[in-house]
């Protein structure tokens, strides 16, 4: 996908590694939003607080990016860090223990062995709740609140600055306050908001997914919810094979066979290697969201996961299953997501999760590793062949756009202007760089119309802005046809 230049920041960071704390508060505003948003898509609700996860990592980005660090892109950096924090935050959430103890008041007076007891426990429960918060979090509190350091000498320790210890501190106590009101909360008044965020398909209330966290009973209630749900969906008609859809021969459809799964008449969604498909969508102009669309190809803004479809888009999205063991001799573990007749891809979209895949597959189930380029009428993911010791179930989707008559996919796309030559890129990604052969800045997918500014005097490299008018800079000539 195409990314946002480099160039914008490179000031900011010079001064910023210059020890110009305004520099960072300028990064800061612009990337979080943006952050949020993403780290917001990686996870179910009540898996991954993104607040946390997004301040988390804007911590360790400042400490780095102080001493010195300048990353090749910094959007698409920060973006990673978020991704494997929010991986990290399922993690270690799945090996948090499933059942604590309940919580009571603690007598306002009084020093029997029951009011001894019941502070004791209050006690344990504040510990384990530190314990819980993010490391910078956790660290500035202590620091603060326990033993009355500075904030200055805090900041120094932390590599931070103190505008951002104090922000740490106050997240610190509204965790805390946040997880004693979860466990004092009724679960008979938390499960109807579970039951109608599980009916509608949307994301709970806060502070449902924050009683969540302490509250096994209704984490098995949830469960309950979506075990009836597939339940009920086993009452549907079976999976139909479909041979052929990726090339492959007339083998039987199965485990280990080159063959594809679909539901329903128009085959989208294809797999090989054993890979199984256990259900297919496709959502067209109108219809849901089930993921964040960037803003160039439906308007002004990005479309939220829930907001309407414009017209020319559809999203066709996959739930797969990769058994345990190894692919039979011969065959790849892949996926395809195919456009309707008429459309290219243009998106990869992240669709929300609810456990973390295992490590040989999280870089690749999370879209877009290891398979073939945007800008066509398909795409495909193809993984290791790893032995699995246990089958691994994922998500994956793919915009949809209409073309126009330049055969641009973004919903307001720059035009050529006079002096510029329209051209198209071929079929691929392509690298655009700063200047021919520096550091690279962005991406072009495959098919993607652009705007050649200039060209090299021996016309190897051509200067070209695209129609997202997001990219602007160099790319290799022979990856340009005209339109």
């Known amino acids: 996908m195409p990314r946002r230049p480099a160039t914008r920041d490179a000031a900011l960071l010079v001064r910023l590694a210059a020890g110009d704390d305004a520099a960072w508060e300028r990064l800061d505003r612009r990337y979080r939003p943006a952050l949020l948003r993403y780290a917001g898509s990686l996870g179910r609700p009540g898996v991954v607080d993104r607040e946390d996860v997004v301040q988390e990592v804007l911590v360790r980005a400042h400490r780095e990016l102080r001493a010195g660090f300048v990353p090749d892109h910094l959007s698409a950096w920060l973006h990673r860090m978020v991704r494997n924090a929010a991986i990290d935050a399922v993690r270690a959430r799945a090996r948090r223990p499933a059942d604590p103890l309940d919580d009571h008041p603690v007598a306002a007076a009084g020093s029997g062995p ?43 320790e932390l590599g931070i600055s103190e505008a951002a210890v104090g922000m740490a501190v106050r997240r610190a106590r509204e965790n805390l306050i946040r997880a004693e009101n979860a466990r004092d909360a009724d679960c008979e008044a938390v499960r109807p908001s579970l039951h109608r965020a599980h009916d509608r398909g949307t994301r709970t209330t806060e502070a449902a997914r924050a009683h969540l966290q302490v509250c096994s009973a209704c984490r098995a209630y949830r469960r309950d919810l979506r075990r009836l749900d597939r339940r009920l969906r086993a009452l549907t008609p079976p999976l139909v094979p479909v041979l052929g859809l990726l090339g492959g021969g007339a083998g039987a459809a199965g485990v280990g066979a080159k063959s594809a799964l679909v539901v329903g008449t128009a085959a989208l969604v294809g797999v090989s290697g054993g890979v199984l498909v256990l259900a297919e969508h496709r959502v067209g102009p ?24 414009p017209e020319g888009s559809t999203v066709v999205t996959a739930r797969v299953r990769i058994p345990s063991g190894v692919p039979a001799p011969g065959t790849v573990r892949s996926v395809a997501l195919r456009c309707p007749a008429g459309m290219r891809t243009a998106q ?60 641009s996919l973004v919903r307001d796309p720059r035009p050529t202007r006079r002096g510029e030559t329209p051209m198209v890129t071929t079929a691929g990604s392509h690298m655009v760089h700063v200047r021919p052969g520096g550091v690279m800045t962005g991406t072009l997918m495959g098919h993607e119309p ?5 060209i090299t005097p021996g016309g190897t490299w051509s200067r070209v802005a695209s129609d997202n008018r997001e990219i602007r800079g160099w790319v290799l000539t022979n990856g340009l046809r005209p339109r």
Do not use: M, N
């Open 348 to 407: 990869w979209l992240q669709l929300p999760v609810e456990h973390a895949p295992s490590r040989e597959l999280q870089d690749l189930s999370s879209g877009g590793s290891g398979g073939s380029d945007l800008g066509g009428r398909a795409v495909v993911l193809r993984f290791p062949s790893t032995r699995l010791p246990h089958p691994v179930s994922f998500s994956e989707g793919v915009l949809c756009r209409r073309p126009d008559r330049s055969g």
């Open 450 to 454: 652009v705007s050649v500014l200039r």
């Open 286 to 309: 109108g219809g849901p969201a089930p993921a964040t669309i960037d803003s160039y190809f439906v308007g002004t803004h990005d479309l939220r996961r829930g907001g309407r479809l």
């Open 114 to 156: 029951d009011v001894v007891i019941l502070r004791r426990e209050r006690l344990r429960r504040v510990i384990d709740d530190v314990a819980a918060l993010p490391d910078a979090q956790r660290v500035a509190l202590v620091a603060r609140a326990v033993d009355g350091r500075p904030v200055s000498e805090v900041a120094g």
